[in-house]
């Protein structure tokens, strides 16, 4: 039955119809979504792991009981599983194993623009591209039948236009494989002997992987005209398609690692002029390029951001059709946090401290942005600790009484701990803020282990933040509630000016958390308001000012109160009862 179907979406009904019995992930958008739909099937043990590196390693495990599994994480979450992916490239899987990694060209909700395609290289692990819902669907299945043909882990390399655009998908049943006996075997230790022999399995996998590149359906030509020739993949095929239609020839690569030889040589010969059309890194191009072939490609397109229809027409020279151009620039819309964040509230005295303030990933990332401008940078998840650690090593006291790190929950459980085990043990008077909203938030609401629900919102076992820390070496663990302005000022400054480190846990839930109970909207009062501003220094959208006098909007107000903490002149009052 043919359904539209995002492509996300498609990649999970792809893991249904494959049989498989355990997924294991981190969210991160743009791969988040293929865990949340794989988790409406009952057949499917489905689990949020604490991070990418457990998700992979609690996949393989699983193969190794027999069955398929699988685990999903955005681009920057491979980097954090590629410690045990190399080896599990090495030792090789019993059940069929397929890792989702979903690239974010653009970075619409990234620090980078890295290219998984290297990883797959530098693993020796097939990678597979999709470039719609349907091929999501179907290459999933088959990601499992060459992970087991070829006793290694595959990749299903998403990106953000195919993970998050729709198209027609159809559907099958659920085929489940024998469980596969686990036996014990001694050369899976990979130490010395077992694994010089293993990288030479690898190597010899390889090339039979190379072989079955040149004649797999996976990988397809599609002759036009002959004047050019596109070799793309993914969602630039798409592209391709749109804008050459019939006029050209397409090899359109599936497998994208590794790469076929004389395939691209023998489409090569049948055109005038090859161009490869790739987003990000040259991969295809560079392959090209050591086969000998006279190629173009990053002389015509750019290696950073998104592709489009449209860039692609103008790069090579092609009129762009008038209803396919907007008439003017897009005005940007910069995000926000939302009104009644509780991050606001910490961001707001961070910057009236004038604190160096060492970042993390999640939606606090946006205490970046004007008007607040209290974040100064940040690396990856985790790096806030161990970051900041760092950074007074080098300053000594004097940035010891001026600095802190800042970290979600969620970010905190996935990489913090180590950070702050770092800052306890080796003594630097760093404090960290830990930004408790009781959500993983800037994904779209997943539970994480100190929420104390599970993947499906079932009760699960809940971290104690403030034991946790304490048993990683912190006596001084203090709580505030970020609506709290004097109170969370207060506790900064004390720990601050502390002789020893410590951990503020700013704690209030997300307002965005379904069935949260908010206090009525703000009314102001525009008699007293005396035109100011100084509500507007917290940057929440649901203020404004019209014709100098302050203006609620009651659609977004959640009566947090952090506002009238700022209004010397009460022109701010809570209507109704709280």
């Known amino acids: 039955m043919k359904q539209l179907m995002l492509g996300n979406a498609a990649v999970a009904r792809g893991l249904y119809e494959a049989g498989v019995k355990v997924i294991s992930s981190y969210p991160g958008t743009p791969s988040t979504e293929i865990t949340e739909e794989a988790a409406k099937f009952?057949?499917?043990?489905?689990?949020?792991?604490?991070?990418?590196?457990?998700?992979?390693?609690?996949?393989?495990?699983?193969?190794?009981?027999?069955?398929?599994?699988?685990?999903?994480?955005?681009?920057?979450?491979?980097?954090?599983?590629?410690?045990?992916?190399?080896?599990?490239?090495?030792?090789?899987?019993?059940?069929?194993?397929?890792?989702?990694?979903?690239?974010?060209?653009?970075?619409?909700?990234?620090?980078?623009?890295?290219?998984?395609?290297?990883?797959?290289?530098?693993?020796?692990?097939?990678?597979?591209?999709?470039?719609?819902?349907?091929?999501?669907?179907?290459f999933t299945k088959r990601a499992f039948e060459l992970s087991e043909q070829f006793n290694t882990p595959v990749f299903i390399r998403m990106c953000t236009r195919v993970a998050h655009s729709q198209s027609l998908t159809d559907t099958a049943e659920r085929v489940v494989p024998e469980q596969v006996p686990y036996v014990k075997d001694p050369m899976k230790v990979m130490m010395t002997v077992a694994s010089r022999k293993a990288h030479a399995r690898v190597e010899e996998r390889t090339r039979a992987l190379v072989e079955f590149a040149e004649t797999t359906d996976l990988n397809r030509v599609e002759m036009g005209g002959t004047a050019v020739g596109i070799v793309?993949?993914?969602?630039?095929?798409?592209?391709?398609?749109?804008v050459f239609g019939e006029d050209a020839s397409v090899l359109k690569l599936g497998l994208t690692w590794p790469l076929p030889e004389k395939l691209l040589r023998d489409f090569a010969a049948r055109v005038d002029r090859l161009i490869v059309l790739e987003e990000l890194d040259p991969v295809i191009e560079k392959h090209c390029r050591a086969?000998?072939?006279?190629?173009?490609?990053?002389?015509l397109f750019p290696v950073c951001g998104e592709f489009s229809q449209n860039l692609v027409r103008e790069r090579m020279g092609l009129p762009v059709p008038a209803g396919a151009r907007f008439p003017e620039e897009v005005p940007a819309r910069p995000p926000v946090m939302c009104a009644g964040c509780p991050h606001r509230g910490v961001f707001y005295v961070l910057k009236k401290l004038c604190c160096m303030v060492y970042g993390d990933i999640g939606c606090y990332t946006l205490g970046a942005v004007a008007p607040l401008n209290a974040m100064d940078l940040n690396v990856c998840m985790g790096a806030s600790c161990s970051g900041l650690h760092g950074f007074n090593l080098a300053m000594g006291r004097e940035g010891e009484k001026h600095s802190v790190g800042v970290i979600g929950d969620s970010t905190f459980i996935h990489s913090g701990m180590t950070g702050i085990c770092d800052i306890a043990y080796n003594a630097t008077n760093s404090?960290?803020?830990?930004?408790?909203?009781?959500?993983?938030?800037?994904?779209?609401?997943?539970?994480?282990?100190?929420?104390?629900?599970?993947?499906?919102?079932?009760?699960?076992?809940?971290?104690?933040?403030?034991?946790?820390?304490?048993?990683?070496?912190?006596?001084?663990?203090?709580?505030?509630?970020?609506?709290?302005?004097?109170?969370?000022?207060?506790?900064?400054?004390?720990?601050?000016?502390?002789?020893?480190?410590?951990?503020?846990?700013?704690?209030?839930?997300?307002?965005?958390?379904?069935?949260?109970?908010?206090?009525?909207?703000?009314?102001?009062?525009?008699?007293?308001?005396?035109?100011?501003?100084?509500?507007?220094?917290?940057?929440?959208?649901?203020?404004?000012?019209?014709?100098k006098k302050v203006r609620v909007d009651p659609t977004l107000c959640v009566g947090c109160g952090v506002c009238t903490q700022l209004c010397r002149f009460s022109a701010l009052e809570v209507t109704g009862n709280d």
């Open 232 to 242: 793309t993949s993914s969602t630039s095929y798409q592209y391709a398609r749109e």
């Open 431 to 547: 404090t960290v803020i830990i930004l408790d909203n009781s959500i993983t938030g800037m994904t779209g609401h997943q539970q994480n282990p100190t929420t104390g629900k599970n993947l499906r919102g079932e009760p699960a076992a809940k971290v104690d933040l403030e034991a946790l820390c304490r048993a990683l070496g912190f006596n001084r663990v203090r709580v505030v509630d970020p609506y709290d302005l004097a109170a969370t000022e207060r506790a900064v400054r004390e720990e601050l000016a502390a002789e020893e480190p410590g951990i503020i846990i700013s704690r209030r839930p997300c307002v965005m958390i379904k069935g949260t109970v908010h206090k009525p909207p703000l009314a102001p009062d525009t008699e007293k308001c005396a035109g100011c501003r100084a509500c507007m220094t917290v940057g929440c959208p649901a203020i404004s000012i019209h014709e």
């Open 291 to 299: 086969l000998g072939l006279r190629v173009e490609g990053k002389s």
């Open 42 to 138: 009952p057949e499917i043990y489905c689990e949020w792991a604490p991070n990418e590196k457990v998700a992979l390693e609690a996949a393989h495990g699983a193969t190794l009981g027999g069955v398929r599994a699988a685990c999903a994480m955005k681009h920057v979450g491979l980097n954090v599983a590629a410690d045990p992916l190399f080896t599990i490239s090495y030792q090789g899987v019993n059940a069929g194993l397929v890792i989702c990694v979903a690239d974010d060209p653009g970075m619409h909700s990234s620090q980078n623009e890295q290219d998984s395609r290297h990883y797959a290289e530098a693993a020796k692990a097939p990678m597979l591209e999709p470039s719609d819902s349907e091929e999501a669907r179907v």
